[in-house]
């Protein structure tokens, strides 16, 4: 299906103006794999299924919110645009960044299209691309991880810098932050993970969290009293309900079913 022919089917869909949602997708039948979002008179839609050509964008008519918020924006960071290297290949191309992502429970967040994740063939790295917190079609920088015990810093970041790696569903209402992004994948089934990456918090990060109605701080073990340093930022910021998460482990080496143990389990002995 050619673009016009596209656009007709996500125009028929008749998606209020200023919203951001998942369904199943027309073209591909995947299962909520279709995003579509209408902000500032613009529709953009994209399919997380591998085999599905459904993307595109149809910029409507700008209004004044739409000047408001862009030149607000380019403001506050300078340099975003950020265009994927040559240099990352696709995940099946590399033997050790498929064997990272199955060890550290991110595979069923990549095979489900929840994680951009691939392999940069130049550096050595597995990487997880970071989506702009709007416009998830967009993807403003990456995380890698270095697959060699040579390669140094052992995360490098690509891109902006300011934006968090994030890994969830649209229908999630917790969100859990955590050290880096093999936790962030590894929760993303049962909450949305966000990855801060040893760095503080920061205006980004708040931002983006205030759509959740219930945060998780789950850290290192070892970082805990900076878990409750960032749940308290977290609560100054207006954000009341946060809790640090105690963790016997760093939350890549469970799987789903005890991530959901982990959470839901909790949640059904406080009711
Ligand atoms: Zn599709």
Redesign the pocket.
């Known amino acids: 299906m050619n673009y016009k022919q596209q656009l007709e089917v996500i125009q028929g869909l008749f998606i209020p103006p200023d919203t951001a949602m998942r369904l199943d997708?027309?073209?591909?039948?995947?299962k909520n794999?279709?995003s579509v979002d209408t902000m500032h008179n613009n529709i953009n839609w994209y399919?997380?299924?591998a085999?599905?050509?459904?993307k595109g964008k149809y910029r409507g008519e700008k209004n004044m919110d739409y000047v408001n918020s862009t030149f607000k924006k380019k403001e506050e960071n300078s340099d975003t645009e950020f265009i994927v290297p040559d240099s990352f290949k696709i995940l099946d191309s590399n033997d050790k960044a498929k064997k990272y992502i199955h060890k550290n429970n991110c595979w069923e967040a990549w095979s489900w299209g929840r994680a951009d994740i691939k392999y940069d063939v130049k550096q050595d790295r597995v990487v997880f691309l970071i989506r702009d917190n709007e416009d998830p079609t967009t993807f403003v920088g990456a995380v890698g991880r270095a697959l060699n015990s040579i390669t140094y810093p052992k995360w490098y970041m690509y891109g902006n810098k300011d934006v968090p790696f994030k890994c969830g569903l649209e229908e999630h209402k917790e969100a859990i932050i955590v050290e880096d992004c093999a936790s962030a994948c590894a929760v993303s089934n049962i909450l949305t993970g966000v990855a801060i990456l040893g760095t503080s918090l920061k205006e980004s990060h708040k931002q983006y969290l205030k759509q959740y109605d219930k945060i998780y701080v789950g850290l290192d073990r070892d970082a805990t009293k900076k878990s409750y340093d960032i749940a308290n930022e977290l609560k100054s910021y207006g954000l009341q309900n946060v809790h640090v998460k105690p963790l016997s482990d760093d939350l890549k080496y469970f799987n789903t079913k005890e991530i959901k143990e982990m959470f839901n389990g909790g949640e059904n002995e406080k009711r």
């Open positions: 997708c027309p073209f591909c039948n995947g794999t279709l399919c997380f299924h085999s599905c050509s459904a």
